[in-house]
């Protein structure tokens, strides 16, 4: 005799069949995500570890590494060249991030509009989105050709301007820059905002119609309010898309100066500032420390944007 | 007295007019709004795709025309010989291999990624395994974390082991490390009715099973969207075959053509025809899975 009842023995027996039941789930819960993890971890998370060391020495990938404290950091601070991409970057995020989340918020008022054959449009829209940055690089250039191109060739017939060298000269590269970037990120932002004013109940309009709300009140006070979670959304990616920039510069902008490096155009954006230093002319070290300084700041940023969110962002 | 009549002989009372006269302001001012919305698409739709119809225009023409002044909008001739002309410089711009490389690896990190993304994400929705809030919010930093600061710890790693120059740094993180579709579809997971799995429980399926026969067959829209960006993404990704591959036989569509572009910069037909077909298949898979596309961005759970 043990002296357990039917129903101890039962309920022990249940036990142990949801341990079974529990570790099983946890196996196998461990196995379906484990080749996620672990590559997210080996190639997105960890090598910021790596990349903190190197700031801190000076290598050049050839020779062995030499500890050098901070001193890349001050040679950053030292450094015209870098001070200037920063600078850069900062003109290309004010100028790049406001305009296109609004034109995107603009474009998706206009697609939310009950108007027949509105999908079509949409669809038209999004284009610049999917398509490859190299090859919308490539017209691009093709059009602000400052001889062959199609804006200079409508200036000098419309109103006999000879137009300049827009990507070769300051501050045409960092404008047409900018509206390249809102051309090409306009369409994203644009669903981004469709699906925020989408889910806005129609009741809300309504009620506001009945209040006698104009058109402009209606926005004001409902529809901004509850988009404003878009808003922010928008702004964290935005702003971390626009830091990061490299492609988008590369192949308008700075291709537009290869031959021709005795042109400045302004548009040294801090990523690239980070390709050549430390891809180039292999300064690893040098270029690690501005890393570390960009995760830095878009830490920062994204930090203070969640901050400021509570301020504005209305949660229904 | 005139009575005014309607069109059912009633004689009309003065609400009746004054009713009848606002609608027809309203179907006035209607008709405006049309004609401005529409206008506005328009030009909108100019703006968006008038460098596409340039691209293509200039693919089809002379040299000599493309460059011509004042330029023309239409070619004429029409010629088609830009897009054999890409592959005249054989082995130093393989325009060929190009496209081969960036098909091929778009392909594997599709499927993979797919894959791979919908497991974890299946794991992570249904699954209650210790640790998961920790691998979750581990996928979550990788999210915010920028790519300039692993391009260099990546590089030197991929030099020790040989990666360099092979396509496996586009590949083996294309397929596995997969962050935002883990998420997407941890998100489109969640919106499946649980019933329906504890069923299946129920009658002995495995986890497996639930996942393979039951929970993957349901989210086919969402595995579409998936694989329609991770499509676009790789085929249009420029920064990683840039930094990690040297030679161009190895290099991807879009690094050849910028490239190409480098080299022959003033050899706009072929250039827009290089550009044209850069752009084709994302085109392509644009106009026929459009719906997709528009679901997926809305998956991402960034409703207002």
Redesign the interface.
Known sequence: MNGETLAQRQSGLLDRLRFKA?T???????L??L???????????L?????AF?SLHAWD?FTPMRWIGLGNYAALLGDAVFLDSVQNTAIYVIGSVPLSILAGFL?AL?IN?K?PG?TV????????V??????????????LSP??G?LN?FL??AFGIAGPAWLLVRPWAMIWLIIFSI?ISM??YM??F????Q??PVQLYEAATIDGASSWQKLRYVTLP?????FF?ALVIAI?IA??A??LV??LTE?SR?GNTSAYNGTRL??IY??GE??QRFR?GL??A???F??IV??LL?LVNFKLNQRWVFYS | MAVMRNPYGFPESAAQRAARRVAIQVKLSSALRYAVLYLLCLVITFIAIFPFFWMVSTSFKLPTEAIKYPPEFLPNPITFENYPGLFKYGDVFPFHRFIFNSAYISLIVTVGRVFFSALAGYAFARLRFPGSGVAFSILMIAFLMPPVITVIPLYTFYKEIGWLDTHLPLIVPGVFSTSFGTFLMRQFFKTIPGELSEAARVDGANWWDIFWLIMMPLSLPALAALAIFTFQYIWNDFFTPFIFIDSIQMQTMQVGLRAYAWSFGTEYTLLMAGGVLALLPMMVIYFSLQRYFVQGIALTGIKG
Do not use: C, H, K
């Open positions: 529990r099983g789930e946890a196996i196998v819960g461990w379906f995500v080749p996620v993890v672990v590559a997210t971890l080996v190639f997105d998370v090598p910021m570890i790596p990349a190197f990938a474009l206009l509009q108007i509105v449009f949409r669809g038209i829209f999004y284009l610049p999917i398509a490859s940055t190299v090859a919308a690089g490539i017209v691009f250039q093709f059009l001889q062959f199609l060739s000098y017939s051309w369409g994203y669903v981004m469709l699906a925020g004013l889910g806005i509850l988009v404003s979670s878009t959304f971390f830091v990061n490299f492609t590369y192949v291709a290869w801090v990523v980070v390709y430390a891809l690893l270029g690690s501005v890393a570390m960009m995760f878009v830490g994204t």
